[in-house]
């Protein structure tokens, strides 16, 4: 069965550091998706990144960037000069091809907040 | 381009009320996932979609929920008798028709957020 889980409940980071969240996955799929979401005050959701089971490289998208660490089962998120604006929770999720029906499903979430 | 609509943004039913929830994906997306988040959590899956059938309800309860994509209009998330217990963001996405790519990302609504009194 597909799980994901984010062991950080809550980050404080200072402005303009780099900041690293946490993601573990289990699947017996062996073809699958990870997707970082946010979700800022005001509750929306936002696609931030994906990294498939089958790249090579990790994913980048501006200041974001995926470690991949396919042998860990890891999917760490990487912001790069943190700023105000980045606080807001941050979710993994992932989507198997084979099994599941192709739902994608969430962790629980890690809060980050962003020191002046 | 819009995006995925959800409405009403905020719904207040008392006890033993119903609630609907509407969602219309994106045009052109014919998958549609609903999702449930209380504060301070992840969102829970609910109901997988496509149009005029349910692909997974494993996640819905079995009593007093059911959802509908029908061929023409929106989705439907009904609460059929609510608790204060159902009171919770419920959140719709779709997404286009995957085959066997996994890289579409789910394109989310703002959010039906039910408040039972």
């Known amino acids: 069965a597909q799980k994901i889980t984010q062991t950080q409940p809550g980050m404080f980071v200072q402005e303009k550091e780099a900041v690293t969240l946490d993601c573990t996955y289990d699947?017996?799929?062996?073809?699958?998706?990870l997707f970082w979401y946010k979700q800022p005050s005001s509750g929306e959701m936002i696609f931030l990144i994906y990294?498939?089971?089958?790249?090579?490289q990790n994913a980048t998208e501006g200041r974001y960037s995926l470690n991949f660490q396919k042998a860990r089962k890891s999917a760490n998120l990487v912001i790069s000069a943190s700023q105000l604006g980045d606080s807001a929770m941050y979710f993994c999720?992932?989507?198997?091809?084979?099994?599941?029906?192709?739902?994608?499903?969430f962790g629980s979430g890690t809060r980050l907040s962003i020191r002046p | 381009n819009a995006g995925v609509m959800q409405n009403p943004r905020h719904l207040v039913r008392r006890r033993g009320q119903e609630a609907r929830l509407r969602c219309s994906p994106v045009?052109?997306?014919?998958?549609v996932y609903w999702y449930r988040q209380l504060p301070e959590e992840g969102l829970k899956f609910m109901v997988y979609?496509?149009?005029?059938?349910?692909?997974?309800e494993s996640g819905m309860p079995k009593e007093r929920f059911s959802a509908e994509f029908p061929k023409e209009g929106p989705s439907i998330l009904r609460i059929q008798q609510v608790v204060r217990g159902d009171s919770a963001a419920y959140f719709c996405?779709?997404?286009?028709?995957?085959?066997?790519?996994?890289?579409?990302?789910?394109?989310f609504g703002n959010g039906t957020r039910l408040t039972v009194t």
């Open positions: 979609l496509q149009k005029e059938n349910i692909i997974d």
């Open positions: 045009k052109g997306h014919s998958h």
């Open positions: 699947t017996s799929d062996p073809s699958y998706g």
């Open positions: 996405a779709s997404s286009p028709g995957l085959g066997t790519k996994n890289n579409s990302p789910l394109h």
């Open positions: 990294q498939g089971s089958y790249d090579q």
């Open positions: 999720a992932m989507r198997e091809v084979y099994s599941s029906a192709s739902k994608i499903i």
